[in-house]
Structure formats: structure tokens, C-alpha cells
């Protein structure tokens, strides 16, 4: 029954936005998240962007991290250089806090990898500190959307007003509440749509037939291989 529910979306012909992306998830396809080694392996599996987490230890130093850190990490400052080193790939900065956010603009000029940046994991409570500490830098607005109001007008216009409300460029969320209604009214307002985390195929065609602008996967590579 499961694959006979998936067989629309897998023999749907792709209808994607110009300028579609998809994102290898830190850690992808099995490496160790938030490793040098997990953004080449992003980069190799064809990937537009790699996401790693960012958060400020006890020294203030910028460092991938999803929980508290606990030394050893990866600094900010390693990851640009090697992001630099990509010609054409971006890096989702998801942060985890919004501490010494102030210096990740600088260290990307510092790199010139400041066009090759934007935020995700800003939620409400970060969108203020975000507009003040890193102002230069582009983000998508995290949010909870409802499974049971996903295609509800009034409902994704009031999303809509909400990102716009938070000077984001777009919605990021998760797969599990995604629409072909969703993504449509956002695109009718000029908003992105970012889809997350996409790791089944059954689920990535499904995602794929909405015409999302970016979906995150954790294989990028099995992504890739349906796009074609």
C-alpha cells in the first residue's frame, strides 16, 4: 500500500523552480557531523549547498557544533577556508545560538566566502539578535507548520505575513508538513521554500513534485541520482 500511495509522485514528471538547490546535511552519508570531512563529502555528492551547525564556546570562539561544545571542535574559521576552496557551492550556517554571531560576517569577508552564506535555525526568539548582531547576512525563518492546516489558504497566507513580518528571505521546516499549497502561495508572495530533512526516496520524490526551492538531505547523493 506504501508504494502504491508513493507511485504518483515517482513517475510525476519534475517540475522544479529556477534556481533549485538541495543541501547535503551535516553529517551526510554517514560521515561525522559537523566535519571538514562531511562538507567535501557533500560537495562530491553533486550538492549545492552543505549545512554544519555553528554555536560560540566558552573562549567566544565560533565553532560547528550542534550541542554545547566540548572542545576538540572544528572552528568557524577552518570551515571557511575550506568552503572557500568550493567554486560553485554555498553553506547553510545553522545556528544554534546567537552568541558572537557578531563575528561570522567579518570572517567570511575575511575568507570571501560572505556571498557564499545564509542562516537557518532562526526562530522567533533569534530573529531579533540576528537583524542586529549580522544584519548583512540572508536567513530563512525556522517554523512549525501545521500538518492539519497545510493546505489551508488563510492559514499560509498568515505564514507568509510571519516570514515577511521577520525579514527572511523564506520558509525553512520540515518535511512532514510540506504541501504543494504551501509552497505555491509562497512562491505567488516571492518567498523561498526550504524543505528539511529529506532522507527517504519514496519521501524525496513526494517533496520533489511540490517544486520546492531547496530540500536538505542527509543523502545527497541518492538526491542527486533522481534528479538526474
Not at 510525476?12 to 557531523?33: E, I, S, V, Y
Not at 549545492?48 to 550541542?67: C, T
Not at 557578531?102 to 560572505?114: D, G, T
Not at 526550504?194 to 517544486?211: A, P, Q, R, Y
Amino acid at each position: 500500500m506504501f508504494n502504491i500511495f508513493y507511485k504518483k509522485y515517482k513517475n510525476a514528471k519534475l517540475n522544479l523552480p529556477k534556481g533549485f538547490t538541495f543541501t547535503a546535511h551535516t553529517g551526510c552519508m554517514g560521515t561525522k557531523q559537523n566535519s571538514l570531512e562531511s562538507m567535501k563529502k557533500g560537495v562530491q555528492s553533486g550538492a549545492n549547498i552543505i549545512e554544519f551547525d555553528l554555536r560560540a564556546n566558552k573562549n567566544g570562539d565560533l565553532v560547528l557544533s550542534h550541542d554545547e561544545p566540548i572542545g576538540g571542535e572544528i572552528t568557524l574559521c577552518e570551515a571557511f577556508a575550506l568552503l572557500g576552496s568550493f567554486q560553485n557551492t554555498k553553506a547553510n550556517v545553522d545556528i544554534k545560538m546567537t552568541d558572537e554571531l557578531e563575528k561570522v560576517y567579518p570572517l567570511a569577508k575575511e575568507y570571501n566566502v560572505e556571498d557564499k552564506i545564509f542562516y537557518t535555525g532562526v526562530n522567533d526568539n533569534f530573529v531579533d539578535a540576528v537583524k542586529t548582531k549580522s544584519p548583512e547576512v540572508s536567513y530563512f525563518l525556522n517554523v512549525k507548520v501545521s500538518k492539519l492546516k497545510n493546505k489551508n489558504r488563510n492559514y499560509l497566507l498568515s505564514l507568509v505575513e510571519k516570514v515577511k513580518n521577520a525579514g527572511a528571505i523564506g520558509i525553512n521546516f520540515n518535511y512532514k508538513s510540506a504541501s504543494k499549497e504551501l509552497v505555491d502561495i509562497f512562491h505567488e508572495n516571492e518567498l523561498l521554500v526550504s524543505i528539511w530533512t529529506v532522507d527517504n526516496e519514496d519521501n524525496m520524490h513526494k517533496i520533489l513534485s511540490f517544486g520546492p526551492d531547496n530540500i536538505t538531505t542527509r543523502n545527497p547523493d541518492k538526491l542527486a541520482k533522481i534528479i538526474g
